[in-house]
């Protein structure tokens, strides 16, 4: 379990492979920190396995700040990082600086999550220089779905590194790859100096992320890239009818 961004940069080279889930809630988070996760990542994700919107571009700042204060309240000793929700980074750095910093203050979170548009990684830049740890979003990028049509494989070798570099040397801490060809992945691990998160990426990244939800058979569907661990879905659904069923034969249920 890590709590700090130099210990959790320093896995990198500990030949330990890095794990990562979301949690969105104080219950929750305090399971994942217990298991010895190495991180959390508050995910905007949330819009989509905890409101059940259609993609993740409704959340708003004030409620990725909402969850992450549970999570970071429920998980102290454990590295929490929050995604900037739609649409962080188009509209200056200013604004920026100004809601990262509010998510760090309001929830006491370590770092968060920015998905990269190609050319703004200086926008990395301006986030370390106010002292705010960023982790790079590239690959597959669910906040440009409405551009994109449909999530997809991410397969431009080329473009993918050059990002990849552009971002470590622009201050991330990390980047997170989503739903990149594996052996594109597996060379962007090896060259790059910090950690490097796959979600659907193969397995020789440094670590892997996956959504809670997913794990736990709670989100109605598994996606290719995940595995379910447990349906928790079908037992809660057949306590919740046991439970009707007793109050409806007037059983005592103290």
Request: aromatic share 4%; net charge neutral; glycine share 8%.
């Amino acid at each position: 379990m890590t709590c700090t961004i130099p210990e959790f940069t320093a896995l990198k080279n500990s030949h330990k492979k890095i794990s990562m889930l979301t949690a969105y809630d104080f219950p929750t988070a305090k399971i994942v920190s217990k298991a010895g996760i190495d991180a959390i990542l508050v995910g905007d994700s949330l819009a989509t396995v905890v409101q059940g919107k259609p993609n993740t571009l409704p959340v708003t700042l004030e409620e990725m700040i909402y969850h992450g204060e549970m999570v970071c309240r429920a998980a102290p000793n454990t590295l929490v990082i929050i995604d900037l929700p739609f649409p962080a980074g188009h509209t200056g750095w200013k604004n920026l600086v100004h809601d990262s910093a509010t998510v760090l203050k309001k929830t006491g979170c370590h770092a968060v999550k920015l998905e990269c548009a190609v050319g703004k990684h200086s926008l990395i830049s301006r986030l370390v220089e106010a002292g705010i740890p960023c982790m790079a979003h590239l690959g597959l990028r669910p906040q440009m779905i409405q551009v994109l049509g449909k999530y997809s494989l991410q397969k431009e070798r080329d473009l993918l590194l050059e990002e990849a570099l552009a971002a470590q040397k622009a201050g991330a801490f990390s980047v997170l790859l989503e739903c990149v060809k594996s052996e594109i992945a597996q060379e962007i691990s090896e060259t790059l100096q910090v950690p490097v998160i796959g979600i659907g990426s193969g397995k020789f990244c440094d670590g892997q992320v996956l959504v809670l939800h997913d794990i736990l058979g709670l989100s109605g569907r598994v996606p290719r890239h995940a595995k379910q661990y447990i349906c928790l879905e079908e037992m809660i659904l057949n306590a919740c009818i046991s439970y009707r069923e007793d109050v409806e034969n007037g059983i005592s249920v103290p």
